[in-house]
């Protein structure tokens, strides 16, 4: 399980960051090596999904920031990098922008955060599509019929369904469906 997004940070956030330096509370305004490793491993959970769709997604990821690592442009970059590339595969995806620059303020960090969550969303729907009882059946056909086994639940006959062109495409039940030629 990954830890979950931040990207609601304010300027305040920042401010209170900034007056407690050296508190041990976390600190939505103190972006640190925390926040580097949550993002890497949301983007390495990420790939790791989108691969299970087929995707064939690679990522170059660190996950073992520490206290003592100052990330670098290349560094932000390559995560900057990450994210589109994890984005650019979420076809209808809308998102916010991500913008490479010399800097990561909280507002940026929010967007990074904020792209990582719709992606996620974006998946979970896309799942749910896909899940649903009813999918969409289609079948180029070489005879003009479709064997379809009625609904056994509402009536025990078989019925013929005349296709026009040869080409089917309709709703159907998965459970009731049969898409071999008569």
């Known amino acids: 399980m990954v830890d979950n997004l ?23 305004g103190a972006y640190n090596y925390m926040d ?17 769709y087929g995707k064939g997604i690679e990522l170059e ?3 073992n920031w520490n206290l003592r690592d100052y990330p670098t442009r290349k560094q932000i970059d390559r995560i900057r990098s990450n994210l589109d590339t994890i984005k650019n595969t979420c076809y209808a995806l809308i998102t916010e922008t ?4 010399n800097t ?7 967007i990074l955060e904020k792209i990582l969550f719709d992606i996620d969303e974006y998946i979970k729907e896309m799942t749910r599509t896909v899940e649903l009882q009813y999918n969409l059946a289609s079948r180029i056909n070489i ?4 064997y379809m086994p009625v609904n056994t639940d509402v009536i025990n006959e078989d019925k013929e369904v005349p296709i026009q ?3 089917g495409a309709f709703l159907c039940s998965r459970k009731y469906i049969n898409m071999k030629g008569v």
Request: charged share 30%; hydrophobic share 40%; with cysteine.
């Open 104 to 110: 990561l303020n909280y507002e940026q960090a929010n």
């Open 98 to 101: 991500i913008e490479y620059n």
């Open 165 to 167: 062109d040869n080409i």
């Open 6 to 28: 931040i990207f609601d940070r304010l300027t305040r956030d920042v401010e209170i960051a900034l007056e407690r330096p050296n508190s041990s509370e976390f600190q939505k």
């Open 36 to 52: 580097l490793n949550r993002v890497e491993q949301w983007c390495e959970y990420l790939m790791e999904l989108l691969n299970d």
């Open 61 to 63: 990821i660190k996950m």
């Open 143 to 146: 005879v003009k019929n479709v």
